[in-house]
Structures are given as structure tokens and as C-alpha cells.
């Protein structure tokens, strides 16, 4: 399947809610329609975007959304009135559908809490959004990969995994609060996918990763290539470990995604 180049990808995108529908128990998928999404990039594995989202009042002046969030985009909307401007969070392409226009997002539920994860779980039919599309982190590299995230990058970790080359081989590695929370995957047949479900619904995100990531040692990790994501303790006490163990920083390819008791 041929992708876009990822660097090249800048623009905005406006689209409205098409259904919210809770896939597993704390996941809820809102698919976007808007003729706009037709021409969307795909860029594929862990495409992203900024996802600028109605305020509850229904004032939101979707006009402050700059082109690019390079200085000056980010000037231009920090200058946007602050009671109308929309509130934007970071979001993963779960599935798009050029030729209907369609888009599938993966909202983590983690509570009441902040903007996103709420919204998504009351989102109505016809409610105006607009994506800010920033391409990918992903780069296909040689050698065995280890894939590794919390539920947070569970879209892009599935993404990555559906698009990769059929003869890639490596493990995945995805933290979920429940065991029902495991999704169908698409993996190439050398892929193991290893579902992590958190046994104590209060245990800290990410944890149970680290300490299996912890525990996995590469027998070649100069070969390894790594993609780590999810809440920003696993990320980075994640990559220090596999740096002590050998793996090139520049074989890993690593985001926070987000920070326990943090917004935004
Ligand atoms: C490139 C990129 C791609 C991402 N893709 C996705 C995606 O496809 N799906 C997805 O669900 N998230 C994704 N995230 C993470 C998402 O942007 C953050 O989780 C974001 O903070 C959610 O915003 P919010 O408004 O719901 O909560 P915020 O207002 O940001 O935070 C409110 C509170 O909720 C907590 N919180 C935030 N996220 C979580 C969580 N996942 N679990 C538990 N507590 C949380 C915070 O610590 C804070 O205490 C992505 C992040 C990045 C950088």
C-alpha cells in the first residue's frame, strides 16, 4: 500500500460526528464523516492529528485554528479569544475511509476528567470538529521490532502492526485495564502480540508494561527497533532501559502521549 509522505503533511481538515459507540469497555469510537476527509493523507501506521473539539456551550470559533502549529499557528490561536477558541487534544487515525469520507478514533474513557475523553463519550451525530493532520512518527526500519504502549497508544500500535510488511517479525507489547478491552489485530504471521491486562484497577498506566518491557531481553538489540508510547513514566523509564541494554537511541522511535494528574 502506498502512503503519503509524512513530513510533508500540514492542513486542516473539518468533519462532524457521525456515531460514538463504546468498542470495549474503555474505548469509545466516534467515526467523523466530512467531504474533507476524502482527501485527507494517508500517511498509515501511527498517523496523528490535533483534534480541535465544540465547546459545550456551543460558541466555539473553529476560525482560530491555525494552518500549522509551528510559532506563528500557535501565536495566531493563543491570541484567539480564550472563551471561544476550541480546546484541542492529540489523537491517533484508527481507521480512515477516504472513498466514504469517514474517519474511526480510539478515545480512551478514563473518567470525567479533562476534554477528549469525556466529549467522546457524549459526542452527538452532527457535532463540528477539525483535525490538524501531523502526519506520523513511525519509520519502518530493518531488524525485529518491539512495539510497546498503554491503551493510550493501542490505535497506533494496531496501526503500525496492520501496516507494516507482511514478512516483518518482533513482539508488541499493549497494557489495557481490562482483558476485554483487547482488540482484533492485523499483525504480520512473525508478529507476537502480547496483551498486558492491569490485574488491580488502581495499579498506575503503563507500569505493567515497564516491568514486562523490563524483563524482555533482545538477543540482538543492536538490530531492535523500537516504537514506545503511552504515559510518559513508561516512555522514559522505558527507553533508558533499552539503551542500557544496547539498543540505539536512534532505533527508537519514543512519545509520551500523556502524564498521570496532567491536562493537555
Ligand atoms: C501523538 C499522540 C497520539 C495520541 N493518540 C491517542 C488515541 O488515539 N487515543 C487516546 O485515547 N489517546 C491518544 N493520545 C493521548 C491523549 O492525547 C491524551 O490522553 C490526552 O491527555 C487526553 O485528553 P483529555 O482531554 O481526555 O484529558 P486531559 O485534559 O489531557 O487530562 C485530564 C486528566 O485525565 C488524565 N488522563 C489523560 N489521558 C488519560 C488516559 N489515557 N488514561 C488515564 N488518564 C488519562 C490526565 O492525567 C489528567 O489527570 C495521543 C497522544 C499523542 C501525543
Sequence with gaps: MAFSDARKSRGLYRAQVLRGERVTPHMVRVTFDGDELRRLP????????????PRADGTTDFDAVPEGFGMAGYLKYLMANSHTRPLF???????????????????????????????????RAG?????????????????????VGDESALPAVL????????DATGLALIEIPDPTD???????????????PRADPHARPGALALE?????????????????????????AGRRHLVAVGVPKQRIVFTGYWRIGRAG
Design 159 to 166: 496501526g503500525i502492526l496492520r501496516d507494516l510488511p507482511r
Design 127 to 147: 457535532e463540528r470538529v477539525v483535525l490538524l493532520d501531523q502526519g506520523r512518527g513511525f519509520e519502518v526500519q530493518d531488524g525485529t521490532h518491539l512495539l
Design 212 to 236: 514486562t518491557l523490563r524483563r524482555y531481553a533482545p538477543i540482538d538489540p543492536a538490530a531492535l527497533s523500537v516504537y514506545l508510547a503511552g504515559e510518559q513514566a513508561l516512555v522514559a
Design 89 to 123: 487534544r492529540n489523537y491517533t487515525v484508527r481507521m480512515h475511509r477516504p472513498e466514504a469520507g469517514e474517519l474511526d478514533v480510539d478515545f480512551v474513557a478514563h473518567g470525567d476528567e479533562g476534554v477528549a475523553g469525556p466529549w467522546a463519550q457524549r459526542a
Design 182 to 196: 483487547a482488540q482484533p489485530v492485523d499483525a504480520p504471521e512473525g508478529f507476537e502480540v502480547r496483551w498486558l
Design 42 to 53: 494517508r500517511h498509515g501506521f501511527d498517523q496523528w492529528f490535533r483534534l480541535f473539539l
